[in-house]
């Protein structure tokens, strides 16, 4: 396993760099750059400003030698500066928009987990029942419902309408990441109190998706693992129900559930874009839709290629995981 470890770390060079050549081209090909932005609005600027100004920002060169600017300070940990932010992008990216992405996503994955892993196993071994139904049906709807509608519908029912008609005893923030009016030598458990109410509806929102996801992943594979001649041999055998289903049945109906926690650990961190964006929550996917909005591409870099890192490494991680929960799966 050693040996398939390395293999893949080494074949993981040049695919990062493949794809973080293929975002830097994408991100230039799109209409505008950076100086049309400054350009926005100011009357003053004569073509020949504008043109020195694409000459000090290298936007004159091709893409592949801007590419290999971007390669060769990017190597040496210089991930430029953010003209929006007017910060270094890297630092402003990791130290300002991660922790708060994390901070909404993180929690909703676990929670999420904990909640879909037995209602899964519970309306697969109760197929066609009354709850099956009922489970089956909520996760159709909340993976099928576009999120930023499920979340615009949540902000006008908790934020607007039930706040009016019981006269504020029932509301919730909209969103952000808390109270502008809180003091600002205000206590710890005050603090998270605070974050916590803004932090109900998005999360409830990315918990609806990734519930749905997790349970019908988990039914559809212990339904298939079930009716395996492994399990109906267990049963014969004379072992209890409780240990045929969690020692043989769900170990081996839980591979897909590996894939997709594997592939969802780095969307942790690239951010839910449209859930950010709704609830105006200053995480990773809304700095990635403010920085092309307004044509900041060295934070759009930083940001994606970030992810595209962590989405090589989580896929190694989930085929090495394979092989420590099947032992049919060996690595050669």
């Known amino acids: 396993m050693l040996n398939y470890a390395l293999r893949r770390i080494l074949q993981m060079i040049p695919l990062l760099l493949v794809i973080s050549l293929v975002i830097f081209t994408l991100t230039a090909l799109q209409p505008g750059d950076p100086v049309d932005q400054l350009v926005l609005g100011n009357s003053q600027i004569?073509?020949?400003?504008?043109?020195?100004?694409?000459?000090?920002?290298?936007?004159?060169?091709?893409?592949?030698?801007?590419?290999?600017?971007?390669?060769?300070?990017?190597?040496?940990?210089?991930?430029?500066?953010?003209?929006?932010?007017?910060a270094p992008a890297a630092s402003y990216v990791f130290q300002e928009r991660l922790p708060n992405t994390l901070l909404l996503t993180l929690p909703a994955l676990i929670l999420s987990t904990l909640i879909a892993v037995p209602l899964g196993i519970f309306s697969a071994v109760r197929q066609y029942s009354f709850l099956d139904y009922v489970l089956t049906f909520f996760s159709f709807v909340s993976f099928s419902a576009p999120i930023f509608w499920i979340g615009a519908m949540a902000l006008w029912l908790f934020a607007i309408y039930l706040p009016q008609i019981t006269n504020g005893v029932i509301s919730l923030p909209p969103g952000g990441l808390g109270s502008p009016d809180l003091a600002p030598d205000a206590g710890f458990w005050s603090v998270l109190t605070d974050k916590l109410r803004y932090l109900i509806l998005p999360?409830?929102?990315?918990?609806?998706?990734?519930?749905?996801?997790?349970?019908?992943?988990?039914?559809?594979?212990?339904?298939?693992?079930?009716?395996?001649?492994?399990?109906?041999?267990?049963?014969?055998?004379?072992?209890?129900?409780?240990?045929?289903?969690?020692?043989?049945?769900l170990r081996n109906a839980v591979l897909p559930i590996v894939t997709l926690l594997g592939l969802s650990i780095p969307g942790l961190f690239g951010g839910a874009v449209l859930t950010e964006t709704v609830f105006s929550w200053p995480g990773m996917g809304r700095v990635i839709v403010e920085a092309l909005t307004s044509k900041d591409f060295n934070v759009v870099m930083v940001a994606l290629t970030f992810i595209s890192v962590l989405t090589v490494v989580f896929q190694l991680l989930t085929d090495l995981a394979y092989a420590a929960i099947d032992p049919r799966i060996r690595y050669s």
Do not use: C
């Open 46 to 86: 004569t073509p020949d400003d504008i043109a020195r100004l694409r000459a000090a920002y290298g936007l004159d060169q091709p893409i592949p030698v801007r590419y290999w600017f971007w390669l060769t300070h990017a190597i040496q940990g210089d991930f430029g500066w953010s003209r929006t932010f007017s």
């Open 203 to 249: 999360l409830s929102i990315l918990m609806l998706r990734e519930i749905a996801v997790i349970l019908r992943f988990l039914r559809a594979s212990m339904l298939e693992v079930l009716n395996q001649d492994f399990v109906r041999t267990a049963r014969a055998k004379g072992l209890s129900s409780r240990k045929v289903l969690y020692r043989h049945a």
